[in-house]
């Protein structure tokens, strides 16, 4: 794990959830201050942000129990085990114990970054329907620095010995794309004590501005390449003017 303690990677790892979840409940307190038509599409956000802020607050617990049982193992204290049975955990019991809380976090957090995209573009969509745009504009990024930063937003990308890789699409990024959109502020890179993982790449909060305001003036979709239809075979030449 990087050299770091497991109980400091525990800990940290649930202040994150627990900051996490607090975000998102910041989020329906400030969208509850905003004069807005709750029509379904708005309701829906807020009951996706709501879910993520519960997911994350297990998540949290989990990590939080997890501790626990770290914590009474090298203490050799007893500890509830089940069933209303004390004993004093293991090594091997706690490693599995966190182990399977590990599980259960992953699966409870699985989805919270790409889920959080879909809810902040249906938002900025819906609000644009009803003629609310973003003050701010929206930088102008080739598509190439677009679908990176949108990768990044869904938690996607992760940088090994150097090498970005999109864990989703299980595809290299270039390295000289990330760092363009690091020398405009728009992602940074954390350590990650996962295994096989060097760094681990997140919006910044200038990246999280720009991306929602782009939810509001999509890019137009690519004219299509037409060809002449071919004439059928047998079929009358047209007659050329003289």
């Known amino acids: 794990m ?3 303690r497991p109980d400091d990677i525990l800990n940290a790892q649930a202040a994150r959830a627990q900051a996490l979840a607090n975000s998102a409940l910041d989020i329906v307190t ?3 201050k905003e004069s807005m038509y709750h029509s379904p599409v708005i309701s ?3 009951a996706r942000i709501r879910q993520l802020a519960h997911l994350a607050y297990d998540a949290a617990d989990h990590l939080i129990e997890a501790g626990d049982v770290l914590a009474h ?8 085990l089940g069933d209303g049975f004390l004993a004093v955990p293991s090594e091997q019991d706690a490693r599995q114990e966190i182990g399977r809380r590990f599980t259960l976090v992953s ?3 699985a989805l919270g970054a790409s889920d959080a995209v879909v809810t902040a573009e249906q938002y900025v969509a819906e609000r644009r329907h009803y003629g609310y745009l973003p003050a701010h504009q929206p930088p102008t990024l080739s598509r190439t620095q677009s679908r990176t930063l949108l990768a990044v937003a869904r938690g996607e990308v992760t940088i090994s010995n150097g090498r970005p890789w999109n864990r989703r699409e ?3 990024f270039s390295i000289s794309t990330i760092r363009a959109l690091e020398s405009r502020d728009l992602i940074t890179r954390e350590d990650c004590q996962l295994w096989l993982v060097d760094e681990r790449v997140h919006l910044s909060p200038a990246g999280r501005r720009d991306l929602s305001a782009a939810f509001a003036y999509p890019r137009p979709a690519a004219p299509a390449t037409t060809r002449p239809a071919l004439r059928p075979s047998g079929a009358p030449q047209p007659a050329r003017s003289r």
């Open 2 to 4: 990087n050299g770091n």
């Open 30 to 32: 400030r969208l509850n």
């Open 73 to 80: 193992a090298q203490a050799g204290l007893p500890m509830e």
């Open 170 to 172: 299980h595809d290299n």
């Open 44 to 46: 829906a956000v807020y």
């Open 107 to 109: 699966q409870l957090t």
